[in-house]
């Protein structure tokens, strides 16, 4: 037995009776998985807590109540025979009651998770960290809240509805075991960060956005303040204008027919003054940016009445052509007044209002994402104080838009928004940090793995070889060891895909994600063959090819950095180690793209074999060559995305200009 002193075993296996609770929860909570529990009563204590040998020989005491569940499956029999054709109602309250105990017990799951979470906090960090999150990860997906709607729909007799959130339910369920049961938590818990983080920053980027826009219309409503003001002041010159304008054209008609000269230049001068007070006022900036068409229609007619007031018989000419610019000048009035009119409306205090209610609205969410960023450790922390300060910048902002006050408003935005983009900024330099430490992580395990898959992809290409003599007798166990190759091919596409994903959550390489897709489907394709008995010299091949290719990628990822890339057009690092690790990425990318391409080609090369000599593709020849070209484009887009990673050569001698001199200079 474990020495009390030594309280990590102990704490082990409650982790691991806890991850058995959750089995049973989903054994129950699975109709397929029923059936085979109760027929084989052993499989109830598979993941029960290690007992000693003694105390299973022993008759094992009875449980108490609450511990004690009747075996998932079991129903009681009913005396009547006829019992079995009574309508389904009795059914779905015999599962509805199970799912009832499903419930209490995924209730007591995430109570004794919680307490044991707490107790291991100091002791156990570890633990108790897992624990956390698998009672995190529960709560959040609302598990206990999905059960008790289930149970709801099998009441009312919705058996569809109820199957599908019965479906989902288990794939929570499992992945809540999962977790409890993993071995790379660290990994797992940096994972999780790492979507936390993401996820602040999403928000974040939204909220500067808002900002953003904040800001701008605090500042439009500040010039356009200011242009009211300077609008009112030349309304005021062009209504003079207009008066003006209106006495000359009096004075003219008043001057008799044959006036002398004298009467008549004085005319000309009031005149000229009205066109050179026109002229200054169409010229000024701010009439100039609203284009005054009027304004300048106006200077015509009065040089043609400064012309006619100069001769004595054509004074109804002058009068006419007066009349037309004092038409120009009140149309460039009207003009002048819609465009104040709109000027006040745009900077009424409704519109301050509206402005007011976007710039609270936008502090809630920042005063929400400061609260929720404490999830983030050290780095939560520093966010939460940029956020507080953005918080009352935009607080203060409030006020002054609640006083139509747009300078100081603006201001304040500034502020708040110099805080915001501060905590973004170390916001993801975190993230990227915490990128470099997975991708390290992620590129150690692959490797291990590849490794690992390649002994186990050995072992299957040459049980198939053993078998393929045996397989062609139609040798029945040797179909049925065919059978379990395909499993564990299968089991190898599964791994692989899941590879996959990491290095494309963590953006880890460019290329690694589509090579370890195409990887997984060959897996896929043998697991298939291997399923329909085919151990054909074709399947064999493809065997081996599936080696060849765990051992190159796994050789290329020891190359790959788990820094990230530089911006497109940054030149090679100056530092010779930087330099030779930029280039080592390079090589890694370059490789993988190489090999995806060999086996492209090699597929095209045989699937062009079998083209028939009729003009019709058939259907199946047809899927194959649109595989073919989506692998094709697949593979286009990863080199298009490490072309853009390089800058354009200034001279003809810089070593990626070439990739394959690059290659043969790396003598890959």
């Known amino acids: 037995m474990t020495s009390p002193s030594r309280p990590a075993p102990p704490t082990e296996r409650r982790r691991i009776c806890l991850a058995a609770g959750l089995v049973a929860a989903l054994l129950i909570a699975n109709p397929t998985h029923r059936g085979a529990l109760a027929q084989d009563p052993k499989a109830a204590d598979v993941f029960d807590e290690e007992k000693p040998e003694k105390a299973k020989e022993e008759t094992p005491k009875p449980e108490t109540p609450k511990e004690e569940s009747p075996k998932p499956g079991e129903t009681k029999p009913t005396e009547v025979p006829k019992a079995k054709a009574e309508e389904p109602a009795q059914g779905t309250d015999s599962i509805g009651f199970t799912q009832e105990n499903v419930a209490s017990q995924m209730t007591e799951l995430e109570e004794r998770m919680f307490r044991l979470s707490e107790a291991l906090r100091t002791l156990e960090p570890e633990n108790a960290s897992r624990l956390n999150l698998a009672l995190k990860f529960s709560r959040e997906e609302l598990i206990l809240h999905q059960m008790r709607d289930t149970q709801k729909l099998l009441k009312e007799a919705q058996l569809s509805k109820a199957e599908t959130e019965a479906k989902e339910l288990l794939a929570k369920l499992e992945h809540l075991r999962n977790l409890l049961l993993a071995e790379d938590l660290d990994f797992q818990m940096k994972l999780a960060r790492l979507r936390q983080i993401r996820e602040s920053l999403a928000q974040l980027d939204r909220i500067i956005k808002d900002e953003k826009r904040e800001m701008a219309w605090s500042r439009t409503a500040l010039e356009t303040q200011a242009e009211l003001e300077q609008l009112k002041a030349r309304k005021a010159d062009l209504e003079a204008l207009v008066l003006a304008q209106g006495k000359v054209i009096a004075d003219t008609k008043a001057v008799p027919a044959g006036a002398e000269p004298p009467a008549r230049e004085a005319l000309r001068g009031r005149e000229a003054e009205v066109r050179k007070s026109a002229a ?36 109804k000419e002058a009068v006419a052509d007066e009349e037309k610019a004092q038409e120009s000048f009140r149309k460039e009035l009207e003009r002048l007044n819609g465009r104040i009119e709109e000027a006040t409306k745009a900077v009424a205090a409704d519109e301050f209002r509206k402005s007011e209610i976007d710039q609270a609205r936008n502090r809630s969410a920042t005063d929400s994402l400061g609260k929720a960023s404490a999830r983030l450790g050290n780095t939560g922390v520093a966010l939460q104080k940029d956020l507080i300060r953005a918080g009352g ?42 990128l470099t430490e997975l991708r390290g992580e992620l590129q150690t395990r692959i490797i291990a793995e590849l490794a690992e898959m390649h002994e186990i992809q050995v072992s299957i290409r040459e049980t198939t070889q053993a078998q393929a003599p045996r397989v062609a007798q139609k040798s029945r166990t040797a179909l049925i060891l065919l059978s379990g190759l395909s499993q564990k091919e299968g089991e190898l596409a599964s791994r692989t895909n899941t590879l996959r994903v990491l290095t494309e959550e963590i953006e880890f390489g460019i290329a690694l994600p589509t090579a370890l897709g195409v990887l997984s489907r060959q897996m896929v394709k043998a697991s298939i063959l291997l399923k329909e008995g085919d151990a054909s010299p074709a399947t064999i091949a493809l065997e081996i090819r599936i080696e060849e290719d765990l051992l190159s990628l796994a050789e290329a990822m020891r190359r790959l950095s788990p820094t990230k890339p530089p911006p497109p057009g940054t030149p090679l690092p100056s530092n010779p180690r930087d330099r030779e690790r930029e280039l080592n990425r390079l090589v890694a990318e370059l490789k993988m793209i190489r090999l995806l391409q060999t086996r492209l080609n090699d597929d095209t090369v045989a699937v062009d074999g079998t083209r028939p000599g009729a003009a019709t593709i058939p259907p199946a020849l047809r899927r194959e060559i649109e595989a073919l070209n989506s692998a094709q484009e697949e593979i286009r887009d990863s080199l298009s995305k490490i072309s853009e990673q390089l800058e354009p050569p200034p001279e003809s001698d810089n070593p990626l200009l070439n990739p394959d001199r690059l290659l043969k200079k790396r003598e890959i």
């Open 280 to 315: 200054k006022l169409a010229a000024d900036p701010l009439f100039a940016t609203q284009q005054p068409a009027h304004l300048k229609q106006a200077d015509e007619p009065l040089e043609d009445a400064l012309t006619n007031l100069a001769a004595a018989e054509k004074g």
């Open 393 to 434: 910048s935009m607080q203060s902002a409030e006020g002054d838009l609640a006083k139509t006050e747009a300078e100081p408003a603006s201001k304040d935005q500034l502020e708040a928004l110099k805080h915001l983009t501060k905590g973004r900024d170390e916001l993801a330099k975190a993230s990227e940090s915490l």
